[in-house]
């Protein structure tokens, strides 16, 4: 630590990020990412002529981007903001709106960084929490004193909230601002995207992250009133007014304008989603129902942490949370089929090694049923 | 203006970028881009695979990024930081180093940038005027009682301060942090790069939008000690911890190796800028000796500011400054030799007209010595 460092960051705790382990190869289902390749569209835009124009600032207004995102999600330019990840697009909300001592709410279980934020920024945080099946009840935000987060669907668990219930919280409180985070909205079945423009204290965060398979592009967007984004933009260009590159950008526009690829996409996830978790089940594991693109699950004849220790050694990258209410859990990025297959195969493994099962002459569902009990 | 922004930036004054008109095509010499393509390895580096990648997190350690510039630049890995764009690095700095109401001084003529971060982050700042003559002398910052940021060579001077006397001014000051914003350094003949490992208090600020060709790559870094950058590091991880993406991290990488491209790009706009400056000179014009890609110049027959005006109607972009220090000049950045000989003759034209001298049979040259009495 230097002399310099200024106090209040000290203690800080930084976000740890999924790792990215490279002694070997991994199937990786660690941090949410989609094992698909971006839009052939992407592909496309970045041409060598493209490559070219980075000797020219891109435009830091990102009006091209801005436009082909409002025309999407039916919003206008002026109720977009994007920025270099959904993070960064977080982190201007939280500069923009959150002075150092406010009081900000969130779920005891979400995204990590919410606490990290809240801490950089001096927030008096409070979180609230969820109930023993996980799910957020609204009516422990509906009389708040102070701002809202949380991500819907959740993370790590991939429950959801209904947007009509936050439509209720976001209406009797016209003065707190509250922030939803659609990372793995697409995922699931409504978006708060259409209230965000009907109401001028809430903001939709998304990502390219997820659904449209660019977690390396880091792009992020937000939806709100137009005072909001104006006033986002104006701390933007504060702070670094050309946040996104002119390549990052002409992805972006691609893939954000090829629907069809992304339903395609995203049917594919749901359908391996589905597959996983019944196959999960069927080996006697209990898996919270999912509206993301992973599961989070357990199996009672072995712990969460050692089971991801375990699939880390066959090359599978899991991710487990060792907080106390989450350490019983496992969260599965749902990949490819090919990806799930092999991780089935490798759990159905360890749980036989795991039971000391023996009967080489016997089947290996029949040795698996005899260990899970199923 | 939302009810949420936070008072502090009410009043704030966003940093205006140089203008990107669309109307018809420019030569474009207003915001010291090079009109140069980035080095062919880029263009080889943004290959398929790379692209496909996109669809994993990029590494947020930047590890081969980072060890491919110390390699270049003869430091290690935990001495580089690097951001998205040199605006980045700085608020990074000023983020990690600078609390509300803490003093920062700079030059009263310099980037309009750490105004604009002053203001953004509360700070007391304090404007050093420089010379007549617009040199900084060093001896003005000596027995300050704050931190300390420039631009080396400046910025719209091109004007530099000798490193001895920074290091003067860096070791006599050892609690003191001076911040070196080298985003022309290339088109000098000096860096603080080689002490900046030497002294804790010395942040070297780098960017890939000027010598390399790549402003709308938007790649900046900082070169300090491990204590520095370890610290920046946490504010990044708090912050945002992807702020590089995979494909701006290929491009980087292919960018900085190359080291040859670099050297030819940067003679190339020396021998430009030498050109240049004679032309103005040879026509009448007080042009400050620029080390930077842009020169800094007035002609006592035409107001700089009608110059740019009249300058753009011919479609080419010059950044004139309304400031009272500033408004006398013009700052043009040099181009291609191609786009310099079309500004000469713009120019020219233009003088001759302002100037209503006439003789149509007379050579253009004969023409224009008489009206600038050359």
Chains 1, 2 share one sequence.
Not at 19 to 29: A, F, G, N, T, V
Not at 47 to 56: G, H, R
Not at 333 to 356: F, N, P, S
Not at 359 to 366: A, C, R, V
Request: hydrophobic share 40%.
């Amino acid at each position: 630590m230097s002399i310099f460092l200024v106090d209040e960051y000290k203690d800080m705790e930084p976000y740890v990020p999924g790792e990215q382990p490279k002694d070997k190869p991994y199937i990786k289902l660690n941090a949410n990412e989609t094992s698909m390749p971006p839009s052939p569209k992407v592909f496309e835009a970045i041409s060598k002529a493209e490559i070219w124009n980075m000797s020219y600032y891109a435009d830091p207004h990102c009006h091209e981007f801005r436009t082909a995102v409002a025309e999407v999600y039916g919003v206008t330019e002026d109720e977009v903001f994007v920025g270099n990840g959904a993070d960064e697009v977080l982190s201007f909300v939280l500069m923009s709106f959150f002075r150092r001592g406010m009081k900000i709410y969130f779920p005891d279980i979400t995204y990590g960084f919410y606490r990290t934020y809240a801490k950089t920024y001096g927030l008096d945080m409070e979180e609230i929490p969820v109930k023993d099946d996980f799910s957020i009840d609204i009516n422990d935000y509906m009389n708040l004193e102070g701002d809202i987060i949380f991500a819907n669907p959740n993370n790590p668990t991939g429950l959801t909230v209904p947007v009509a219930d936050i439509e209720k919280l976001v209406r009797k409180n016209p003065n707190r601002m509250v922030i939803v985070d659609e990372a793995y909205a697409d995922y699931s079945t409504e978006s708060c995207i259409g209230l965000a423009t009907k109401y001028p204290n809430l903001v939709v965060v998304r990502t390219f992250s997820k659904s449209r398979n660019m977690a390396g592009t880091h792009i992020g967007f937000a939806i709100a009133s137009k005072d909001i984004v104006s006033d986002m933009n104006k701390i933007k260009f504060s702070f670094n007014p050309f946040n996104l590159n002119s390549v990052t950008m002409a992805a972006g526009i691609a893939a954000v304008k090829d629907t069809d690829y992304l339903k395609e996409c995203v049917n594919t996830i749901i359908k391996n989603r589905k597959w996983f978790t019944r196959e999960l089940e069927n080996i006697g594991f209990d898996v919270i129902p999912s509206k993301a693109n992973f599961v989070f699950c357990y199996h009672k004849n072995v712990e969460s942490e050692e089971l991801c220790r375990k699939l880390k050694e066959e090359g599978i990258l899991t991710r487990h949370f060792a907080d106390e209410r989450l350490k019983k859990y496992l969260r599965i990025t749902i990949g490819t089929r090919q990806e799930m297959m092999a991780v089935v195969i490798a759990i159905k493994e360890i749980l036989l090694e795991k039971a000391g099962v023996d009967g080489e002459t016997e089947s290996f569902d029949l040795r698996l049923s005899k260990c899970v009990g199923a």
